[in-house]
């Protein structure tokens, strides 16, 4: 009888223990990474061009499956670089990239870039492409965090794109504000000159800004040409300088429109916009001028140092002195690395000061990412993840940001 009842405990231990084991496996499987909130930038002719804020086309959660739709440029080479990111609006977030790739009619398995690596990962790329074409790219998100991308021709037609109203040999004209080098803005020059057009290819929208500085509380602006024969405003149309466009154009007779609300001396953007219909619209807004500089902290004495973020545009466009990571890029050279002194403090050239522009008071948010050297750039002794500040209540002048090395923070003072 003991023997059997010994037996009995033995098999509900062996019993008890298979279901931890079983529970133990359970809990480690993974899920899929859900990438609708994500976004798919691309070197696209439509949608737009590497707008980190481009969604899927379609969604389908109960399979895992995305897809864009999207068509190449008319000088489309073969290869088009793009990015899959797993959250909306950002770069700097996990997703897929260099050096991922999948060919026009095939498949591939895309591995996972962490967000700390995204900073200096390339595109990842589809080849065999042709110009001019409408393309679809079926994304499924495997259990392992990877991705199953599928690329092939839609079959469908290019959209027809509707064509853009841009100003040819039109100026900002008035009496309230001056530009440039220009005092009298009831005159023609290339300071006032109505030129550098952007657009946004989907809507046909052409929009325009021009930087002023205001030489009375209100007065009169207008969009002339140098022989005073193309008004596009009504006249009188009111437009305050509190950053709320306003259509200037429609029925009625054809003048200069109004504006209140400036403060002399100080500086405004006019943005015009244009639609395909020829409706133009005018904001204007007060702005500041500011520049940022940078040092980092914290390292060893000699160690050659390189910084990179959204400071210098979304592109990251310093690029990186280790050339695993793709090398610099835009003009900078891996000469241009700052050297920490015997502090361990390397302040960066004036090659890496970033001069923009924004609204008084605002707060502007950037991330950062430094990486640094001892070794001639054959290695870094840094990659840790990115590092975000903001630059609060902005003010015209000179923002130093200040990386700590041991702490991976920022700090931001104002000069």
């Known amino acids: 009888m003991k023997k059997i009842l010994t037996s009995v405990f033995a098999a509900a231990a062996l019993l008890f223990g298979l279901a931890s084991c079983s529970g133990d496996l359970h809990d480690k499987v993974m899920s899929v990474t859900d990438l609708s909130a994500g976004a798919v930038p691309g070197d696209f002719d439509s949608p737009a061009n590497w707008d980190n804020k481009t969604a899927w086309t379609s969604i389908d959660a109960a399979t895992n499956t995305y ?6 440029k008319a000088d489309c080479a073969g290869e088009v670089g793009f990015k ?3 959250v909306n609006g950002e770069w700097n977030v996990a997703g897929y990239a260099e050096p991922n790739a999948v060919a026009a009619g095939g498949e591939a398995v895309f591995t996972m870039i962490s967000a700390a690596d995204m900073g200096g990962a390339g595109n990842a790329k589809m080849t065999g492409m042709k110009a001019g074409t409408a393309y679809k790219l079926t994304v499924v998100a495997n259990p392992d965090t990877t991705v199953t991308a599928k690329l092939e021709e839609s079959g ?9 109203y841009y100003f040819d040999g039109l100026y900002l004209v008035g009496g309230c504000f001056k530009t440039g080098s220009m005092d009298n803005l ?5 300071d006032n000159l109505i030129h550098g057009a952007s657009l946004e290819k989907s809507t046909g929208v052409v929009t325009y800004t021009k930087d002023i500085i205001a030489t009375a509380a209100s007065g009169e602006m207008g969009i002339n040409d140098s022989s005073w024969n193309n008004k596009l405003a009504v006249k009188g149309t009111a437009v305050a300088a509190d950053g709320k466009a306003v259509v200037v154009t429609g029925d009625g007779e054809k003048g200069n429109w109004n504006v209140t609300g400036l403060k002399v001396d100080s500086p405004y953007r006019v943005t015009i916009t244009t639609t395909p219909e020829k409706q133009v619209s005018v904001t204007i807004e007060e702005i500041c001028t500011y520049t940022l500089t940078f040092k980092i902290t914290g390292l060893t004495e000699g160690m050659k140092a390189w910084i990179n973020g959204t400071p210098w545009t979304s592109d990251w466009k310093t690029g990186w002195a ?3 990571w793709g090398g610099t890029k835009n003009g900078f050279e891996v000469s241009d690395a700052a050297v920490a002194d015997e502090n361990g403090v390397a302040v960066f050239g004036s090659k890496f000061n970033v001069t923009g522009v924004g609204k008084p008071g605002e707060t502007l948010s950037f991330e950062v990412k430094f990486i ?3 070794d ?3 290695s870094t002794k840094y990659n840790n993840p990115n590092i975000a500040f903001d630059v609060e209540n902005l003010a015209p002048g000179t923002y130093l940001v200040t990386v700590d090395a041991e702490e991976n923070e920022a700090t931001v003072t104002k000069q």
Do not use: C, H, K, R
């Open 67 to 72: 897809t864009l739709e999207f068509t190449t």
């Open 84 to 86: 899959i990111l797993t």
């Open 156 to 164: 469908a037609s290019a959209p027809a794109l509707p064509t853009p």
């Open 186 to 190: 009831w005159s023609f020059g290339a």
């Open 322 to 324: 280790l050339a695993d």
């Open 372 to 374: 640094a050297s001892d």
């Open 376 to 378: 001639n750039w054959t």
